[in-house]
């Protein structure tokens, strides 16, 4: 099986990202590295939820953005494609590319009053709300967004079939190398802008495991981002790799939509994240990870079972971090094993502070409103009405953050993971670098948010069913449809 090899870092120091709540130091310059803070001409990288809302937060921080889309629509992950990759396994780096990872019969698995941003909130209540479930469709998503860009006018900044495919040193801003194919002949073209932000997203480039018998098993291996609908594992015997969201949920569809046999794997039956017992479907039989596939057709899996005949084994084994456009800049971040290095406090990488920053990095949190605070800081640290440590003291403070990580012995991959405790204390840090009077993660939705988790833990694949008012939130809902009715007053919504 051929793989393409992620770029690693070749700095003697560790590879690690930095995290922490506690206060930051602080330069009082308002020139750094030959650069004046004001306003600013950025670019930003992607038009999906973590494109659009970094739009409109920088707008209304004064500065002047242009969003570079590389599809026909917004939306990102969110925009619904019946369309898959040639490689349905999405390893060939020569692949037609599908940048959407979303199927058929998605609905969430929070409930949408958590999800929205602190000025637009997400009920049923505004313009083009089809579907009022709680836990609603991956379309009520999109339409929540387009109605979020509508609203705030954003969508004048997007520029779509535009992707970026370099970005250069430029004086002291950034020239990008821009190919559009928004006509029947492609043509490229170069922009200058004085500060990159990058919101491609991280589910778009599947990350797929490795194991003996790949490259000689006779039935079909695809990942999960190549799934669309249940249509194609009728009377199909099928091992799923991964028993988080997707593999769960992908995994009760096909079988209730008569797949003959089921096996969901998974390194361990705890998640880890929370330290409880992933709940499943009775019908869908656990197995431990697999060990290797046979040319036979069976799967053997590392307890000493196996299983024969199995048509398909499925991957929903989650994606890679990727920035190809900043290959060869120095300072750019790196990824190993999916921590992105350095890269401090899942933001700024500290030699290009604040010159360059990512949105939407952190993953297991509420995305929206995460969004909002990063991209919030990120326009207060460029107009100079925040102000960040020096790149010398970011650095240090991601290489302490790595021992930490390396002491608790957590993996690599997990340095963007957070939980309940580390979103709530990192979103109220976000929001006080721009106001120290600021809250991010107000009691509501901090309540909600841990109601949905033990919802999910109760009820297992039914969680989506019930309605989270009579099992503890109503306080929090109550509170929410408060705030709402408050903002629709001012905003019009």
């Known amino acids: ?67 570079f889309e590389q599809t026909e629509s917004i ?51 505004f313009p083009g709300s089809e579907d009022p479930r709680q836990y609603c469709s ?62 491609n997203g991280h589910y778009s480039e599947p990350r797929v495991p490795e194991w003996p018998g790949q490259d000689v098993f006779p039935g079909l291996q695809m990942h999960s981002h190549n799934y669309r609908d249940p249509s194609g594992f009728v009377n199909k015997r099928v091992v799923i790799v991964g028993a988080a969201f997707s593999g769960s949920d992908i995994s009760q569809e096909i079988l209730e939509h008569g797949a003959e046999k089921v096996y969901l794997s998974a390194r361990s039956w705890e998640d880890l994240a929370q330290g409880h017992m992933v709940e499943g479907s009775k019908e869908v039989h656990r197995v431990p990870n697999i060990k290797e596939l046979g040319k036979d057709g069976s799967v053997t899996f590392v307890d000493g079972t196996v299983v024969d005949n199995i048509d398909i084994v499925m991957y929903a084994t989650g994606y890679k971090y990727n920035f190809p456009f900043m290959a060869g800049i120095d300072g750019a971040p790196c990824v190993e094993d999916n921590r992105v290095y350095p890269c401090f406090q899942h933001v700024f990488p500290p030699t290009l502070a604040p010159w360059v920053s990512f949105v939407g990095l952190p993953w297991k949190v ?3 409103p995460q ?79 841990l109601v949905s988790g033990m919802n999910r833990r109760t009820n297992g694949l039914d969680f989506r069913e019930y309605n989270l008012e009579d099992l503890g939130a109503q306080h929090a809902l109550q509170e929410f449809r408060r705030e709402a009715a408050e903002l629709r007053k001012h905003i019009h919504v």
């Open 366 to 368: 509420v995305p929206f």
């Open 371 to 449: 969004f909002q605070l990063q991209s919030r800081w990120i326009g207060a640290c460029l107009n100079g009405s925040a102000q960040l440590p020096t790149p010398e003291a970011m650095q240090e403070h991601v290489d302490a953050w790595c021992d930490e990580l390396d002491k608790n012995g957590i993996e690599k991959r997990y340095t963007h993971r957070m939980n309940p405790d580390s979103q709530g204390e990192y979103n109220n840090w976000l929001a006080s670098q721009v106001n120290k009077n600021d809250i991010g993660w107000p009691e509501w939705r901090r309540v909600l948010y």
């Open 138 to 199: 991956h379309e009520e998503v999109f339409r929540y967004l387009k109605a979020y860009a509508t609203h705030f006018d954003v969508l004048k900044y997007v520029r779509f079939s535009s992707c970026i495919e370099h970005v250069t040193r430029r004086g002291t801003g950034w020239r990008v190398s821009v190919t559009n194919n928004n006509s029947e002949e492609e043509h490229a073209y170069e922009e200058d802008v004085d500060a990159l932000v990058i919101c």
């Open 1 to 67: 099986m051929t793989t393409e090899t992620p770029r690693t870092c070749s700095s003697g120091k560790k590879t690690c990202l930095a995290y922490s709540h506690g206060n930051s130091a602080t330069n009082g310059s308002k020139e750094q590295g030959g650069h004046i803070f004001g306003s600013k001409k950025i670019a930003i990288i992607g038009a999906g939820a973590a494109g659009l809302i970094s739009a409109k937060e920088l707008t209304q921080m004064g500065h002047a953005v242009t969003v």
């Open 75 to 125: 939306g990102g992950v969110w925009a619904y494609t019946d369309e898959v990759e040639d490689d349905l396994l999405g390893v060939q780096s020569r692949r037609k590319k599908v940048h959407g990872s979303m199927y058929k019969y998605l609905r969430t698995n929070l409930p949408r009053e958590v999800m929205g941003v602190a000025d637009f909130p997400f009920d049923d209540k």
